[in-house]
């Protein structure tokens, strides 16, 4: 299948009393609305019992954040631990970015534009970036992050299922899976928000070696249990409901290639299937959902890559289990 990829220049450089008594047809109104506060009240708790189901099977969340909510860039802070939200715990960095571990299971969702067309950072108050029932907590690089307290997925489609180029479609909604919400976009890709604990598989490449995008049938690339609901760049995107977490590993613990593997599923930490790759990257997949905290440097400051023995790069309750480009990667136990 042809798939046409974003070649546009960006959208955006790089949000009263009665006198008498009650009728009977009062009471009947009265009674009605009891009934319905009652139903209402159920409903409410429904809902809360599924947001906390929701917070028991999720993640904590890492946020990459290389400026806060002032605009200051992190390393201009007097300490980097002031650049993480609050409820959330500095655990190193990468790049120009501070890391930021989420106290509790949590979602997250950037963006370089909003559905308008204007740049996140370039508004008034870069809070109005965020959807409803997220936080703005800073940003990284031309991106405004917001934090959500509950688990929420986010999708970045650049292309649709049907191959379509994401932002050139008239309503760039339909772009994004069936009860996700286009609520801007992050570069050439249009980005999509659900407030519900499902995961993400991104594959440029299968098992076998062949091309995603390259197939006939692109959702023959998805790991089962997961949908096809378009893509991003040269990657596959791979949708599934409930807990689960996608891991993309280029080295092992040792310091060899993944890819140099005989199986390359001997990259993936137990309980992980290998489910193919992304760019020079294995991907190894579980439908649990595991934190992830990928480190360039230490809380110290010292580089996660050069330490004689890199676990000690990880946060307590995680283990190091290889890495990706110059980040170590550390997984949730």
């Given at each position: 299948?042809?798939?046409?990829?974003a070649?546009?220049?960006?959208?955006?450089?790089?949000?009263?009393?009665?006198?008498?008594?009650?009728?009977?047809?009062?009471?009947?109104?009265?009674?009605?609305?009891?009934?319905?506060?009652?139903?209402?009240?159920?409903?409410?708790?429904?809902?809360?019992?599924?947001?906390?189901?929701?917070?028991?099977?999720?993640?904590?969340?890492?946020?990459?954040?290389?400026?806060?909510?002032?605009?200051?860039p992190?390393?201009?802070?007097?300490?980097?631990?002031?650049?993480?939200?609050?409820?959330?715990?500095?655990?190193?960095?990468?790049?120009?970015?501070?890391?930021?571990?989420t106290?509790?299971?949590?979602?997250?969702?950037?963006?370089?534009?909003?559905?308008?067309?204007?740049?996140?950072?370039?508004?008034?108050?870069?809070?109005?970036?965020?959807?409803?029932?997220?936080?703005?907590?800073?940003?990284?690089?031309?991106?405004?992050t917001?934090?959500?307290?509950?688990?929420?997925?986010?999708?970045?489609?650049?292309?649709t299922?049907?191959?379509?180029?994401?932002?050139?479609?008239?309503?760039?909604?339909?772009?994004?899976?069936?009860?996700?919400?286009?609520?801007?976009?992050?570069?050439?890709?249009?980005?999509?928000?659900?407030?519900?604990?499902?995961?993400?598989?991104?594959?440029t490449?299968?098992?076998d070696?062949?091309?995603?995008?390259?197939?006939?049938?692109?959702?023959?690339?998805?790991?089962?249990?997961?949908?096809?609901?378009?893509?991003?760049?040269?990657?596959?995107?791979?949708?599934?409901?409930?807990?689960?977490?996608?891991?993309?590993?280029?080295?092992?613990?040792?310091?060899?290639?993944a890819?140099?593997?005989?199986?390359?599923?001997?990259?993936?930490?137990?309980?992980?299937?290998?489910?193919?790759?992304?760019?020079?990257?294995?991907?190894?997949?579980?439908?649990?959902a595991?934190?992830?905290?990928?480190?360039?440097?230490t809380?110290?400051?010292e580089?996660?890559?050069?330490l004689?023995?890199?676990?000690?790069?990880?946060?307590?309750?995680?283990?190091?289990?290889?890495?990706?480009?110059?980040?170590?990667?550390?997984?949730?136990?």
């Open positions: 299948m042809h798939r046409s990829l070649v546009a220049l960006p959208l955006a450089l790089l949000l009263a009393c009665r006198k008498d008594g009650p009728t009977s047809t009062d009471t009947q109104l009265e009674a009605d609305a009891d009934t319905d506060a009652d139903s209402d009240s159920d409903s409410d708790a429904d809902a809360d019992t599924d947001s906390d189901a929701d917070a028991d099977l999720g993640a904590r969340t890492t946020l990459y954040l290389s400026w806060d909510t002032s605009g200051t992190v390393t201009n802070l007097s300490s980097y631990a002031e650049g993480c939200p609050s409820g959330s715990t500095f655990v190193g960095g990468t790049g120009y970015a501070v890391a930021c571990l106290d509790t299971p949590a979602g997250q969702v950037s963006m370089s534009w909003v559905p308008d067309g204007s740049t996140a950072t370039d508004l008034d108050d870069r809070s109005d970036a965020c959807p409803s029932g997220t936080t703005f907590v800073g940003g990284n690089s031309y991106n405004v917001c934090l959500d307290s509950a688990p929420s997925t986010a999708v970045y489609n650049s292309w299922t049907s191959g379509a180029t994401a932002i050139d479609l008239e309503d760039r909604a339909e772009a994004c899976p069936s009860g996700y919400d286009f609520v801007g976009g992050s570069s050439y890709a249009v980005t999509c928000y659900k407030r519900a604990l499902e995961h993400l598989v991104a594959l490449w299968l098992p070696g062949s091309v995603a995008i390259d197939l006939e049938e692109p959702s023959e690339a998805c790991p089962a249990g997961t949908t096809f609901v378009g893509g991003n760049s040269y990657a596959v995107n791979c949708l599934g409901s409930g807990p689960g977490t996608a891991l993309s590993l280029a080295w092992l613990p040792d310091g060899s290639p890819t140099d593997l005989d199986d390359p599923q001997d990259a993936c930490p137990a309980g992980f299937d290998f489910v193919g790759g992304n760019s020079y990257s294995v991907v190894c997949y579980a439908t649990e595991r934190a992830v905290v990928s480190l360039s440097w809380t110290s400051g580089s996660a890559r050069a004689d023995d890199r676990q000690d790069a990880c946060p307590s309750g995680f283990t190091f289990v290889g890495g990706n480009g110059y980040d170590v990667v550390c997984l949730e136990d």
